[in-house]
């Protein structure tokens, strides 16, 4: 089956950038949609941003045009670049990816702490 390791949280402060990276493994026979959710304290998680395995994306209307999502499937990986952090962005970002493999179905990485101090 899948595994995901996540990189690239931090700590930033407002205005910021960072650059999130998951990257599967294992006997994956096809990766389709791929995304990021965060999930901050006292609150749903909710989806961020998400790409097709054709290459469409969409965002949560709060990050639109700060956040980008793209990925790289030769390497299996997908990133989240983050810019004009704010601090209501801080989060445990998770990201979860659609594999097809021996064991068929979501994937979700360890998650990241984001945190954006004022």
């Known amino acids: 089956q899948a595994q995901l390791v996540e990189s690239g949280g931090g700590l930033v402060q407002a205005g910021g950038s960072l650059r999130l990276s998951c990257a599967a493994s294992?006997?994956?026979?096809?990766?389709?949609?791929m995304g990021w959710y965060r999930q901050a304290p006292g609150k749903q998680r909710e989806l961020v941003a998400g790409i097709t395995s054709g290459g469409s994306t969409n965002y949560a209307d709060s990050v639109k045009g700060r956040f980008t999502i793209s990925r790289d499937n030769a390497k299996k990986t997908v990133y989240l670049q983050m810019n004009s952090l704010k601090p209501e962005d801080t989060a445990v970002y998770y990201c979860?990816?659609?594999?097809?493999?021996?064991?068929?179905?979501?994937?979700w990485g360890q998650g990241t702490q984001v945190t954006v101090s004022l």
């Open positions: 979860a990816v659609d594999v097809v493999s021996s064991v068929t179905g979501k994937f």
């Open positions: 294992g006997n994956i026979y096809r990766i389709n949609d």
